[in-house]
């Protein structure tokens, strides 16, 4: 246990937020360092897209594809507020369960197969956490004819993930015309109003009813108190079950028009992640049913994930196989110490047995 707490550690304390390459190239260098000790091989470093990646390629084809994240959502200075922590078997610290732990496992898992690695690849990318818009390439390169793909995303109640919504991200642009807003703001077309009447026709979008979610987040407007709104947007995270769905709401999306006289829109964005259906993971989640020496279940998810790309190019995965814990992306993260041995134990017993297939 003490390797593994030395290991999560060393990558915890190593700040690695998605908007700052430089941070992520620093943990992708304790992460190599990391691996090289314990699997005894440096790993070959990867531009993916201006995002640096890790891998690792035993023998030739690869036959078990092992994918992961260093990024984090948390800036950097996160650490001095939120140190790393090991309280019982608690662990603590930024990034600490989404998802450096499954890093240490995945490194773990392989060092115990031994030699046994032939047709194995470790992929760690450092965008995931805004999209992997630079690494998909790499990810679904990495996919494409490989028998299966075991993700090392964090495990809330140690459930796996069976299934996964698809995830689409846009960005609604208003544009009105400024004017003063105290002596004449008739002159003006105020794009904060504009922008009001869009997010309620969003809602519309939305269907509740089978899993479609539309969900305005970030939203801006306007420059200073007095002056009438020339400019104002919203970011919209939309999640569906399947790609149709996925399609109609890029349309409607796309169909939105404007309301109020001499405004007009910008819709930036498109589909991201497609759906992981519960197909790509049955055969896979029973075989971990099987060698797990304690008792599994699946869930299925509205997060995305690079799993969502792996099972988008037709290979089987499974996802969640990483830390026990919760608390992704919030204050509380920890990850469950005491859970790591049986979860390392799980993955190498799946790579094994599929090695064996």
Not at 60 to 80: F, I, K, N, Q, Y
Not at 226 to 253: F, K, L, Y
């Amino acid at each position: 246990m003490s390797a593994l707490i030395e290991d999560l550690g060393a990558l915890v304390e190593s700040e690695s937020p998605s908007s700052d390459p430089a941070a992520c190239e620093a943990c992708a260098d304790v992460l190599a360092a990391v691996g090289e000790r314990r699997l005894g091989v440096a790993p070959e470093r990867v531009d993916a897209g201006g995002a640096p990646a890790v891998v690792w390629r035993f023998g030739g084809p690869t036959r078990v594809l092992l994918v992961g994240h260093l990024d984090t959502v948390w800036p950097r200075g996160t650490l001095a507020e939120l140190p790393f922590r090991v309280e019982g078997d608690r662990a603590t610290g930024p990034g600490v369960f989404d998802m450096k732990a499954g890093l240490v496992q995945g490194i773990h898992a392989l060092a115990s197969l031994g030699e046994d690695l032939d047709g194995v690849t470790f992929l760690v990318t450092s965008d995931e956490e805004t999209g992997s818009l630079g690494s998909r390439e790499l990810i679904e390169s990495e996919a494409r004819g490989a028998l299966a793909a075991l993700v090392l995303e964090p495990s809330a109640d140690g459930a796996l993930k069976t299934a996964r919504k698809g995830v689409s991200m846009y960005r609604l642009e208003v544009r009105g015309r400024a004017a003063h807003a105290g002596l004449e703001p008739e002159k003006g077309v105020n794009a904060l109003v504009e922008l009001a009447h869009q997010v309620l026709a969003l809602q519309g979008i939305a269907r509740p009813d089978i899993g479609t979610t539309v969900t305005p987040t970030v939203a801006t407007a306007g420059t200073t108190m007095n002056v009438v709104p020339e400019e104002a947007s919203v970011q919209i995270d939309v999640r569906c079950s399947t790609p149709d769905e996925q399609g109609r709401v890029d349309a409607a999306m796309r169909a939105l028009r404007a309301t109020l006289p001499g405004s007009s829109l910008v819709v930036h964005g498109a589909p991201n992640r497609p759906p992981m259906p519960a197909s790509s993971s049955a055969d896979l989640f029973a075989r971990a049913q099987r060698l797990a020496s304690f008792p599994l279940r699946g869930v299925e998810v509205g997060g995305g994930s690079d799993g969502n790309f792996t099972a988008g190019v037709g290979t089987p995965t499974l996802d969640g196989l990483g830390a026990v814990g919760d608390g992704a992306h919030a204050r509380h993260e920890w990850t469950d110490v005491s859970a790591m041995a049986s979860r390392i134990d799980l993955v190498a017993a799946l790579v094994r047995d599929l090695l064996r297939s």
